[in-house]
C-alpha cells in the first residue's frame, strides 16, 4: 500500500539556521502531498499542499516541491525561528480503486527544535 | 468561519467501558475523518464519511464505529476500551473532492485505566 518515509528526528537547530526535512512516499496512483505541523498540545495545522507533480507549495517561508522522478516531498525554510519548533508530519492523500474518498497516509513526524 | 470543535478534549475511562467521541466539522464541510495518534504508531486512518455513509474505512477492528448525521457532524464509539485505545484522536474535516484538503480540530486525548 502507500507509504510515507520522513527523517527521523530530533532536529534541533539555531535561530535563522537553513532547514531541510526529508519525505519521500510510495504511491500507486497520483496523490496529492502534504506538510502538517503540530504545536504542543494542539492537533495539525495545514502548513502547504503540493497537488500534482512539479506544484512547488508554499506558505510562512516553508517551501516543498513535488518531485514524481524522486518520488519526495522535501520542506526547506531558508532562516528558521525559535517560533517554528514543533512537529512537522509528511503526508500524502491516498486513492483507493472504486472509492471516491480519501484518506491521509502520515509520516511518523520529525520534531524541529528551534533555540536562540 | 470556525474551525473543527471536538468535544471533549480529555476524557479519562477504565477498561472495558465504552466512550464516544464528538466532532462537528467546519459550516459547509461533507466529509469527516478519523485518526488516532499515538507515539508508537503515529497517525493511523480509522474511517471517513461522507453525506451520512461510512466511504473509506482504515484497518481498525469493530470495536471502533462511527457515524454522521444529517448536519455532517460525526461521532466515533469505540466499545469494550483496552489500554491500548489510549490516544490522542483528531477529526479532520474537508469538503468533499478526493484532493480538498483535510482540516483537523484539536483532539480529545483519551486516557484508559
Known amino acids: 500500500g502507500d507509504s510515507v518515509t520522513q527523517m527521523e528526528g530530533p532536529v534541533t537547530l539555531s535561530e535563522e539556521a537553513f532547514l531541510t526535512i526529508n519525505c519521500t512516499y510510495t504511491a500507486t496512483g497520483y496523490p496529492s502531498l502534504f506538510w502538517y505541523v503540530q504545536y504542543p498540545g494542539e492537533g495539525l495545522q495545514l502548513l502547504l499542499k503540493?497537488?500534482?507533480?512539479?506544484d512547488k507549495g508554499s506558505n510562512k517561508g516553508f517551501e516543498a516541491t513535488y518531485r514524481k522522478e524522486t518520488t519526495s516531498f522535501h520542506l526547506e525554510k531558508g532562516s528558521v525561528q525559535v517560533s517554528d519548533s514543533a512537529v512537522y508530519f509528511c503526508a500524502l492523500s491516498e486513492t483507493r480503486a472504486n472509492q471516491a474518498g480519501t484518506a491521509l497516509i502520515f509520516g511518523k513526524g520529525t520534531t524541529l527544535s528551534v533555540s536562540s | 468561519k470556525a474551525g473543527v470543535t471536538q468535544t471533549p478534549r480529555y476524557l479519562i475511562k477504565t477498561r472495558g467501558q465504552q466512550v464516544t467521541l464528538s466532532c462537528s466539522p467546519i459550516?459547509?464541510?461533507?466529509?469527516v475523518s478519523w485518526y488516532q495518534q499515538t507515539p508508537g504508531q503515529g497517525l493511523q486512518f480509522l474511517f471517513e464519511?461522507?453525506?451520512?455513509?461510512?466511504?473509506n474505512k482504515g484497518n481498525f477492528p469493530g470495536r471502533f464505529s462511527g457515524r454522521q448525521f444529517s448536519n455532517s457532524r460525526s461521532e466515533m464509539n469505540v466499545s469494550t476500551l483496552e489500554l491500548g485505545d489510549s490516544a490522542l484522536y483528531l477529526c479532520?474535516?474537508?469538503?468533499?473532492?478526493?484532493?480538498?484538503?483535510?482540516?483537523f480540530g484539536p483532539g480529545t486525548r483519551l486516557t484508559v485505566l
Open positions: 503540493a497537488t500534482k507533480a512539479d
Open positions: 459550516s459547509g464541510h461533507r466529509s
Open positions: 479532520a474535516s474537508s469538503l468533499a473532492r478526493v484532493t480538498d484538503t483535510q482540516y
Open positions: 464519511y461522507f453525506s451520512e455513509t461510512q466511504r
